[in-house]
């Protein structure tokens, strides 16, 4: 390798990047635009469940229970029903997610000491919300059903209330969360938009580098050049390489002193681990260059290729421990699940070399598979 | 008036011959890009598949350690209770710091620690609390666990005390309670397979609607052959209208591709709606989100900064429509700013016809948006491009 060769190369990428203004402020403000757009923006918790009721006892007693929904931020009152026909309606177009039908004889059936049944209505259209709007659904229920039974305790038998409490509450659950205390969204999804943020845009940089030349023809130059295969390679992931690296650091910043994120691991980890990754990325994109003659194939592919795994099998939204095998198995094959986990690993948890020597160990292996398939694909001499 | 009348008809012909013949020639050209349809043909169908059968945002299998210091038949009967398919019962640990260590690693999520004497205190009738330590780096899901867990021991402890009061009361147990009844609509199952996949062709469609009319106008303008189409007798309007038409063909057909080989016959998700109807609102769809591609053609030179261009509109499209996350729950800017993404209405719409079997009459006011946000987006880039043009 001719050093003096590489960085001729490297130098001709980067004045071309840096002359095209566009393609660079979106090469820079891209990344740190969306970690702060999605750490404010990308809310997964399942809040302000738009709900309607049909109250059919209109009791006192009736209209507290609904109050309970009513005041949680976990719902939206949109509206009071008086026909179970207008709940099928206000479900079909999606002004609501959720009904309450309370039934006849509520307060009566309560008072006299006996179980009611409350029918709510789901949309199941997205299954994980109307799961977990099930679940708060049940939460309020069980607890009204709590101060029901230490209100009856206390009525018919003569127990003092906070006697009757500890009856009718034998066993309780005390939770203590890890890592994330206050169990804030933005902890989790700021540090995984650090993966998704060099994901992305570095693939598509790359390839758009390579095969641009390929496309207008300019590429005939380094075939008939001195240039050797690995020079022009080194070269041209040079500045793109570059670009990210600066990223990385400006990731790291915002997730710390914009969003607070708690730094809680070892420095040296997690920029080795984000050196590895970067490589992986540009190297994706490399790959996917050397396989397509057009630029609109290596828009796509590489969008789609970053986008889709990132996005599903990467742990950013979805555990991979959730996954079926087979998405398992996907989820493995590619660099995003290893630097995810040694980002939260860094962030939140804390861990170092010892605890994550494996992920970092699947990076390198990612790193350097990738550049020796890019070498291998690299031809100086094309059939066509 | 009879030559005239013959004339407007001659000329709407020739309009639309032209048409025909710029489309016909954006799909030779991609017909010639094998790589890229390959591609296509696997995002529309194995891609489907994988996220459809693999993906599930609800907890399940969420693995579960105990430290049972007390090893009674009541803890035992807890421990029972964690079941699949939320929970996964990974084994159980001597000590709780080993436990952590595990949460660490993640190699498990929860830890559930039952003190010593959990079932002499139930005996004795004291209250007892149980411990559950959750990972919770990723919070929703983390929570999700939690409550699922909260459930169950809720369960546990109701039944202690409806036995206990059983046994103390003449006859029947006679208690207030208010008892949950669910009803879930349009996918009773919970079938969150119909829910990834659908969520998946939504996803394919967006990149590939807006990326292949944007790439394919940029590549004329990059390579210079747009000279060639202003010198022949074709109007810009031709021109992106070719684009739009070509593209929306091949998604139309890689959609119905994805439908009959996935998620009919594989997944089994209904189309309760009308299935004309969906494929002439995809038509809508592509067609006002290559106006949004189209748009950002004309505002960049060439094919790269397209493809940044498109990143930047694309991913906020794709992770903020409600495909991925519940729209409710964002904050309102992200919900006002999204009312310029297509991909919202679009999501109301299928999920609207295929899973709840709803028609025009509901879905009206989306498919207005979408016509008019395509409207403007293909008005305001033909107005660029038609400037640059001259």
Known sequence: ?384 | MIGKGGRVPEAVRLWTLRLFVLTRKELLQLRRDVPLLLFLLYSFSLSIYVSGAGISMQLNNASLLVHDGDHSESSRELIHRFRQPYFRFDGEVQDQKVGVRRLDQGTAMLLLDIPPRFHESIVGREPVSVQLLVDTTNAPQGLSAAAYASRIVGKFSFDLVASRLGGASDGGVQLPAVESAHRVWFNQEQNETWFQSISHILRMITLFAFLLPAAALVREKEHGTVEQLLVSPVTPLQIMLSKVLAMTLVIQAATAIAMATVLKPVFGVPVKGSAALFFVMTALYSFTTAGLGLFAATITRNQAQVGMVSLLVISPMLLLSGITTPFEAMPPWVQTLMALSPLRYFVDVTYGILLKGVGLELLWDSVLAMVFLGGTMFGLGMWRFRRQLQ
């Not at chain 1, 709900?51 to 005041?71: E, K, T």
């Not at chain 1, 101060?147 to 309780?172: H, N, Q, Y």
């Open chain 1, 1 to 384: 390798m001719n050093m003096a060769r590489m960085v001729a190369v490297a130098r001709k990428e980067w004045k071309e990047t840096v002359r095209d203004r566009l393609f660079l402020l979106m090469a820079f403000l891209l990344p740190g635009l969306w970690i702060v757009v999605f750490g404010y923006g990308l809310v997964l918790d399942v809040e302000h469940v738009p709900f309607a009721v049909l109250d059919r006892d209109q009791s006192s007693s009736s209209r507290d229970y609904l109050y309970r929904f009513i005041d949680s931020r976990y719902f939206d009152f949109r509206k009071s029903v008086s026909d179970e026909r207008e709940i099928d309606r206000l479900l079909g177009d999606t002004s609501i997610r959720m009904a309450i039908i309370v039934p006849e004889r509520f307060e009566e059936r309560l008072l006299a000491g006996r179980s009611v049944i409350v029918q709510t209505l789901l949309d199941g259209t997205f299954p994980l919300h109307a799961d977990t709007t099930k679940g708060y659904v049940i939460a309020v229920n069980n607890s009204v059903t709590q101060e029901l039974i230490t209100d009856f305790l206390t009525r018919t038998r003569g127990l003092v209330p906070a006697e009757a409490r500890r009856l009718t509450e034998p066993v309780s659950l005390e939770t203590r969360y890890l890592y994330n205390e206050e169990v804030r969204s933005t902890w989790s999804i700021v540090p995984a938009l650090i993966m998704f943020a060099l994901m992305v845009a570095s693939p598509l940089l790359t390839a758009l580098g390579v095969v641009r030349e390929k496309e207008t023809g300019s590429i005939y130059n380094i075939y008939s050049s001195t240039a050797s295969k690995a020079e022009f390679l080194v070269g041209k992931l040079a500045p793109y390489f570059a670009i990210s690296t600066i990223n990385v650091g400006v990731l790291w910043m915002i997730a710390v002193w914009l969003f607070r994120v708690p730094f809680k691991g070892n420095i040296a980890v997690f920029f080795t681990a984000s050196m590895l990754f970067v490589l992986c990325s540009v190297g994706i994109g490399l790959v996917v260059s050397l396989l397509v003659r057009t630029q609109m194939a290596a828009l796509l592919i590489t969008i789609v290729i970053a986008m889709v795994p990132t996005l599903l099998f990467s742990g950013l939204l979805v555990p991979v421990s959730s996954l079926s095998p087979g998405a398992q198995v996907q989820a493995h094959l590619f660099p995003m699940m290893y630097y995810t986990d040694v980002v939260r690993g860094s962030f939140l948890k804390g861990l170092g070399w010892k605890s994550m020597w494996m992920d970092l160990f699947a990076l390198a292996g990612f790193a350097v598979v990738l550049q020796l398939v890019a070498y291998g694909l690299f031809t100086k001499r094309p059939k066509t």
